[in-house]
């Protein structure tokens, strides 16, 4: 029984891409990166990812870096902001609690850098909001809205009773199921959403976190990318190919 366990783990391992924090040791230089995914105001209403929980998990990583999920203008503002109030007091961040009332006071406490990695707009943003409702009500596309209407409620009964549990979320299930529905998104209507689209954004997203990761590259930094858990696994596929990182499983750091 002890074999096969060890034969999932190492498959589960296999298939994320990830090492676990005791698998083995990092090569010399390497930078150590682990991907947690948020839930964003979720974190506020849930008993099993509260704020606190994901502030353990932070906690326990020990991060000299926490690259987070918000674009460099707005991030500027907010960090100013908190340094002079105590309070973030930015629209696109007070959207994150994960942010306004996790990192931002983390940082102080622990002495982390924070770097902004997210690559939206206000105006992609609106774009994308704006060509969803045409798509919607366009009789010539109703065929593709029911196809993803049905990939939205498979998602549904695949995440079903554990959206809000962090277990899950830092497991292949749940990035599974993110992408089979997400990736039914992009194949329908990535074409009409332009930089809004899903491929387009994540691969704008991955571009920054790869920028910021190469300004830091065989330093032996503590890296944290701290994301939507949608986004979680395209930025684990992304980050497969650099040799220059360790990367580690973020769900054992969500053990009591």
Not at 154 to 179: E, N, Q, R, T, W
Request: aromatic share 10%; glycine share 8%.
């Amino acid at each position: 029984m002890k074999a096969f366990a060890a034969w999932i783990f190492t498959l589960f391992l296999g298939l994320t891409g990830c090492s676990s924090p005791e698998d083995k040791a990092p090569p010399a230089g390497a930078t150590i990166v682990t991907v947690i995914g948020a839930i964003h105001g979720q974190h506020r209403t849930s008993d099993r990812y509260p704020l606190d929980v994901l502030r353990r998990a932070i906690v326990k990583f020990d991060p000299d870096i926490v690259m987070v999920e918000l674009p460099p203008d707005r991030f500027a503002t907010a960090s100013a902001n908190f340094d002079k109030f105590g309070e973030v007091r930015e629209s696109r961040a007070d959207d994150f609690p994960e942010l306004t009332d996790v990192v931002f006071p983390l940082r102080q406490q622990l002495g982390f850098a924070m770097i902004p990695v997210a690559a939206w707009t206000p105006e992609i943003a609106a774009d994308r909001r704006a060509a969803e409702k045409r798509l919607a009500k366009d009789p010539a596309r109703a065929k593709d809205w029911s196809q993803y209407q049905q990939a939205i409620q498979l998602y549904g009964k695949a995440v079903s009773g554990h959206s809000d549990d962090p277990a899950f979320i830092h497991s292949g299930a749940y990035d599974a199921a993110v992408k089979a529905r997400q990736e039914s998104y992009e194949r329908l209507f990535g074409k009409d959403l332009g930089a809004g689209g899903w491929r387009a954004i994540n691969s704008a997203h991955l571009a920054n976190i790869t920028a910021a990761l190469d300004a830091v590259s065989g330093q032996e930094k503590r890296v944290l990318i701290l994301f939507g858990g949608w986004h979680k696994y395209k930025i684990l596929e992304g980050l497969k190919a650099r040799q220059d990182i360790f990367l580690v499983d973020a769900a054992p750091l969500f053990d009591q």
